[in-house]
């Protein structure tokens, strides 16, 4: 029996735009053109401008931070919507990949394996999110796997017209290494100043953050990063001090820096891996110096040196946020007082994980962290949120279940509060 993903690409086989074009010489032989670097796929109509009535676009920032495994499919209703998308309006949604398949195309258009568009998914199933019936004219993939393929003019018209655009999972430094300081940086950036709705999923949300772990040698598991928070594995991007930690509008050296999410890291597979760990570590190296205390590199500072603001901007406290699998955390607002940040977590109806999400708040500088030598002294709440108690308030770090805390000393995390649960 076929999987829903072999189904899937079966489908979107039969409706692949092919990339490789083919020209005719003077004497009537065919040839193939040079292959371009990069990969294109489609499905619907994407010559089709969509007529979107800007009063149905979101005002504020809308983001998609998805923890990876099963897809959720509400997350990407979510984006169409956002975007302004109605039933005869048309849209354009990209998806964006160093690697893999056109797999997204059928699973975001369609509303059933038969290629269904006049109806939506059942709400008690799951698998198709039913793009086409929701108002979408197409939905396009783009293999990037180069430096090159980052800066081809087509890329770029591509990502620049969508109307919503999502990142796909993978490996992160494929997407660091390639796509960073590229022209497809700069026209995600475009994207994100006009608030077009941007989602990513396991390496698609580890560049979502205003600091990313970088996966540049590797991947790291948090009882690496907690017995030395400097070992080879642990790269993050951008080098923090490199940066301005005051203003949101200036993230110099940073890729793809979303300002609801300034001064923030993020982790996706979080429980099903064990990362809460991992999680700390990359929050905890994000915290300046202070005498003998702090995190060498670092340029934020802990939750006990200075009060949250009601607007995000306004601090610089060092923040974490991790996805658990098969959970999206929707997060729309700019911070103003009348639209704050906000974060809701959805999931799929069949679901059988937490499905959770995690809000992780350093509170003091760490009395040890120096390469060589295990991280200690120091002391982290987190908020939990999931599909029965789903919302948090990250202007006002506020929501979800009551908060518990982690301590570390000598390498080791311990909990107090959830059970004695990181989870």
Same mark, same amino acid.
């Given at each position: 029996?076929?999987?829903?993903?072999?189904?899937?690409?079966?489908?979107?086989?039969?409706?692949?735009?092919?990339?490789?074009?083919?020209?005719?010489?003077?004497?009537?032989?065919?040839?193939?053109?040079?292959?371009?670097?990069?990969?294109?796929?489609?499905?619907?109509?994407?010559?089709?401008?969509?007529?979107?009535?800007?009063?149905? &676009?979101?005002?504020?920032?809308?983001?998609?931070?998805?923890?990876?495994?099963?897809?959720?499919?509400?997350?990407?209703?979510?984006?169409?919507?956002?975007?302004?998308?109605?039933?005869?309006?048309?849209?354009?949604?990209?998806?964006? +990949?160093?690697?893999? =398949?056109?797999?997204?195309?059928?699973?975001?258009?369609?509303?059933?394996?038969?290629?269904?568009?006049?109806?939506?998914?059942?709400?008690?199933?799951?698998?198709?999110?039913?793009?086409?019936?929701?108002?979408?004219?197409?939905?396009?993939?783009?293999?990037?796997?180069?430096?090159?393929?980052?800066?081809?003019?087509?890329?770029?018209?591509?990502?620049? +017209?969508?109307?919503?655009?999502?990142?796909?999972?993978?490996?992160?430094?494929?997407?660091?290494?390639?796509?960073?300081?590229?022209?497809?940086?700069?026209?995600?950036?475009?994207?994100?100043?006009?608030?077009?709705?941007?989602? /990513?999923?396991?390496?698609?949300?580890?560049?979502?953050?205003?600091?990313?772990?970088?996966?540049?040698?590797? =991947?790291?598991?948090?009882?690496?990063?907690?017995?030395?928070?400097?070992? &080879?594995?642990?790269?993050?991007?951008?080098?923090?001090?490199?940066?301005?930690?005051?203003?949101?509008?200036?993230?110099? /050296?940073?890729?793809?820096?979303?300002?609801?999410?300034?001064?923030?890291?993020?982790?996706?597979?979080?429980?099903?891996?064990? &990362?809460?760990?991992?999680?700390?570590?990359?929050?905890? +190296?994000?915290?300046?110096?202070?005498?003998?205390?702090?995190?060498?590199?670092?340029?934020?500072?802990?939750?006990?040196?200075?009060?949250?603001?009601?607007?995000?901007?306004?601090?610089?406290?060092?923040?974490?946020? /991790?996805?658990?699998?098969?959970?999206?955390?929707?997060?729309?607002?700019? /911070?103003?007082?009348?639209?704050?940040?906000?974060?809701?977590?959805?999931?799929?109806?069949?679901?059988?994980?937490?499905?959770?999400?995690?809000?992780?708040?350093?509170?003091?500088?760490?009395?040890?962290?120096?390469?060589?030598?295990?991280?200690?002294?120091?002391?982290?709440?987190?908020?939990?949120?999931?599909?029965?108690?789903?919302?948090?308030?990250?202007?006002?770090?506020?929501?979800?279940?009551?908060?518990? =805390?982690? +301590?570390?000393?000598?390498?080791?995390? =311990?909990?107090?509060?959830?059970?004695?649960?990181?989870?």
């Amino acid at each position: 029996m076929k999987t829903m993903q072999q189904m899937r690409v079966g489908i979107a086989a039969a409706v692949k735009i092919a990339v490789g074009l083919v020209c005719v010489t003077s004497i009537g032989v065919a040839v193939a053109a040079p292959k371009p670097p990069y990969s294109y796929f489609s499905v619907g109509d994407p010559t089709r401008a969509p007529v979107i009535n800007p009063s149905d &676009r979101a005002s504020t920032p809308s983001y998609v931070l998805m923890g990876g495994g099963p897809d959720v499919d509400q997350a990407f209703q979510w984006m169409i919507q956002r975007a302004g998308i109605k039933a005869g309006s048309g849209g354009r949604f990209v998806i964006i +990949r160093a690697s893999g =398949t056109e797999a997204y195309n059928p699973y975001i258009y369609y509303s059933d394996a038969n290629g269904g568009t006049s109806t939506l998914p059942p709400t008690n199933q799951d698998g198709w999110v039913g793009g086409a019936y929701l108002g979408l004219s197409s939905v396009e993939t783009l293999v990037i796997p180069s430096i090159a393929a980052a800066n081809h003019t087509t890329v770029n018209q591509i990502v620049a +017209r969508a109307d919503a655009v999502f990142i796909a999972g993978g490996d992160q430094s494929d997407y660091i290494k390639n796509w960073k300081n590229t022209q497809l940086d700069w026209t995600l950036q475009t994207l994100m100043s006009r608030k077009v709705p941007i989602g /990513g999923t396991s390496a698609g949300l580890a560049v979502l953050g205003q600091f990313d772990f970088a996966a540049l040698r590797g =991947t790291v598991t948090s009882a690496q990063a907690l017995a030395n928070p400097y070992n &080879r594995y642990m790269s993050l991007d951008p080098t923090p001090q490199t940066l301005t930690p005051t203003s949101p509008s200036f993230s110099a /050296g940073a890729f793809f820096a979303p300002s609801p999410l300034f001064n923030t890291v993020l982790d996706a597979h979080l429980d099903e891996r064990d &990362r809460m760990g991992r999680l700390l570590v990359f929050t905890s +190296r994000l915290i300046a110096p202070y005498y003998a205390a702090g995190c060498s590199g670092g340029i934020l500072v802990p939750r006990e040196a200075q009060s949250l603001s009601p607007t995000p901007y306004g601090d610089i406290v060092a923040r974490g946020v /991790g996805v658990g699998v098969e959970a999206a955390l929707l997060v729309s607002g700019d /911070g103003a007082a009348s639209t704050p940040i906000t974060a809701s977590l959805v999931t799929n109806p069949t679901t059988t994980t937490r499905s959770a999400g995690y809000f992780v708040l350093p509170q003091n500088y760490p009395g040890q962290c120096a390469s060589g030598k295990p991280l200690s002294g120091v002391t982290a709440t987190v908020v939990k949120v999931d599909r029965l108690n789903p919302s948090f308030n990250l202007s006002t770090w506020s929501g979800g279940y009551a908060p518990y =805390t982690l +301590r570390v000393d000598n390498g080791v995390m =311990t909990v107090t509060g959830n059970g004695g649960n990181p989870y």
